[in-house]
């Protein structure tokens, strides 16, 4: 079956970042660098790999460094660089504001996670899409939202990025799903719980991270379910898919292949991305290395 390209993706980038405080007071947590690339060009140039054409970056009043990254390299930059004779860094920055179609939306709305859904609903125009963070992310090859994709091609519904995760600490952090393994690491879902709290309350090890596909049928029930918010309740797009699955909606879990999942959304995980990016990298990895072997000893 023939099914429609996922071709967009919203970037929820709005959060103050406060546990970065006082770095993240001009700076957005998504601009931390790993090494030479800011945090949210990772989950960008991810998306690109898995076929995204536009996406949609749902930001904060302080976030305009964001927009300016992915804009068109600026003509005091441009000269200095012509005039040192970096070409090679030339075209490496030059090439960021080519990766897709950029649009900015300023979010609005109650606190929650479903909120930059609906501020870029009318950019989806009944498409489907992926949805993601911008502070964390699954380095896998292939890329995680390529595997994602190729699952949606193949079953259609909604696909969730899955690891496994069984730390007594996971089950307060995640959302865990529940149904059927209809093959190895695909799970047909019955149930999504957040924050289960334990292992026991919890329907399996395997939890909700960072990434999904969604079926444009998913905006009916925030709709709704943002109609009947209690005050003060925090807006959260798991109770939608919940609703959406007893509805007869397919919503599939997909354990990345071959993936590590990274948390920078706070210190201690920021740093621990750091240390393994630099680890990986081609250029500056052995030196690390033997940095690190010395500061052990």
Do not use: W
Request: aromatic share 10%.
């Amino acid at each position: 079956m023939q099914r429609q390209k996922v071709r967009k993706a919203v970037i929820a980038a709005a959060g103050f970042g406060t546990r970065f405080l006082p770095q993240t007071k001009a700076m957005p947590k998504e601009m931390l660098p790993l090494i030479d690339k800011p945090i949210i060009q990772y989950i960008v140039e991810e998306l690109v790999e898995a076929g995204i054409e536009d996406i949609i970056i749902v930001t904060g009043y302080h976030k305009r460094s964001i927009e300016d990254h992915f804009d068109h390299i600026s003509t005091d930059l441009l000269t200095n660089l012509e005039a040192g004779g970096k070409k090679e860094l030339l075209e490496k920055t030059a090439k960021i504001s080519n990766l897709a179609n950029f649009a900015y939306i300023r979010q609005k709305g109650v606190y929650g996670n479903a909120t930059p859904l609906l501020n870029a609903e009318h950019l989806i125009a009944g498409e489907p899409f992926i949805y993601a963070f911008a502070d964390d992310f699954v380095k896998a090859s292939p890329v995680r939202f390529r595997q994602m994709v190729d699952l949606y091609n193949e079953f259609g519904g909604s696909v969730l990025t899955c690891v496994r995760a069984d730390k007594d600490d996971d089950y307060k952090r995640y959302g865990y799903v529940g149904g059927q393994e209809i093959r190895p690491g695909v799970i047909d879902m019955t149930s999504i719980i957040e924050k289960p709290g334990s292992r026991e309350a919890s329907p399996s090890n395997i939890a909700s991270v960072s990434g999904y596909i969604f079926d444009s049928v998913i905006f009916d029930y925030l709709h709704s379910q943002e109609q009947n918010l209690d005050p003060g309740a925090e807006f959260n797009q798991q109770v939608s898919m919940q609703k959406m699955l007893e509805d007869g909606h397919k919503i599939y879990g997909l354990e990345i292949k071959g993936g590590k999942y990274y948390d920078t959304g706070n210190k201690l995980e920021y740093i621990k991305t750091v240390i393994d990016f630099a680890l990986e990298h081609e250029e500056l990895g052995p030196e690390v290395a033997n940095y690190m072997k010395e500061k052990l000893q």
